[in-house]
């Protein structure tokens, strides 16, 4: 039966990230680490320097990589800089979230044609936006995603490696910890299941808050997004803004954070709302 369930999880995967080649791993840091054991030890790992995850650094580190960060207008990859890194380092892979700190539409196909041209695998984290347009195959050699706690497919336990090439997928193949429990296999494809639900959910959230403070700068608001991040310039700007949060229950952060962004602001943790 948990083969079954797994099956259907892979085929709904297969629809929603356009890659034939999937394996559903432990966890999402389990499918970072099997993406990033097919770059070599002499490569360079780039990763962002803000709207990354935690983990970006401390697994490559772990695999003995080092991690050379790309410079970022809020959250979103500098290409410039891009270009200047993968001219002066031997680059193994590309590492980055799709969207930078669920916040940030990424120019993905500039990405990726530029890291192409420089022999760059591109591994693109789609965690934040699996079941939008955002999460599209066609511009990343590897996708990887997780299922966890405040995720958009929230299944507390699990995550996907997924690549479009048979020869890639191989050689990740043996680095993969595959989960095995039926019971998880049923909540993913159950979250799955009420993926476009959610997201509706909260993209209607979304609107109604950034209508709500449309008087604050509010980052990239136009992007698809599942936390909204209100910069502020004073003390008084950052309270009222903790206030609303406050007073409607909305789960919020403070930046400067490597996670979101790297300068003052409040982070509205949408994607922890459930409907």
Known sequence: MAFMIKQEIISSL???????F????????AAITAALSVIPKDKTVLI??????LSYPKISKKLGLAVIEVKCDDAKINIQDLQKKLQEHPCGALLYQHPGGYFAEQPMEEIYN???KYGCLVIMDVSGSIGTRLCDG????ILVGSFGEWKLVEAKAGGFISTKDKGLFEEIKNSIQALDEEESFRLISQKLEELPQRISFLTQKRKKIIEDLKKHEIVHKK???????????????????????????????????YIRLNRPAISIELKRIQQ
């Open 114 to 116: 530029l890291c192409k």
């Open 14 to 20: 297969q629809k929603l990230t356009g890659h034939d």
């Open 138 to 141: 066609k511009y990343a050699d």
């Open 22 to 29: 999937i394996d559903i791993t432990t966890r999402g840091d």
């Open 48 to 53: 962002p320097e803000e709207g990354g995850w």
């Open 223 to 257: 992007d698809i997004g599942f936390v909204i991040v209100v910069k502020y310039e004073d003390n008084e700007q950052k309270e009222r803004i903790i206030y609303y949060c406050k007073n409607n229950n909305l789960p919020w952060t403070e930046c400067p954070r």
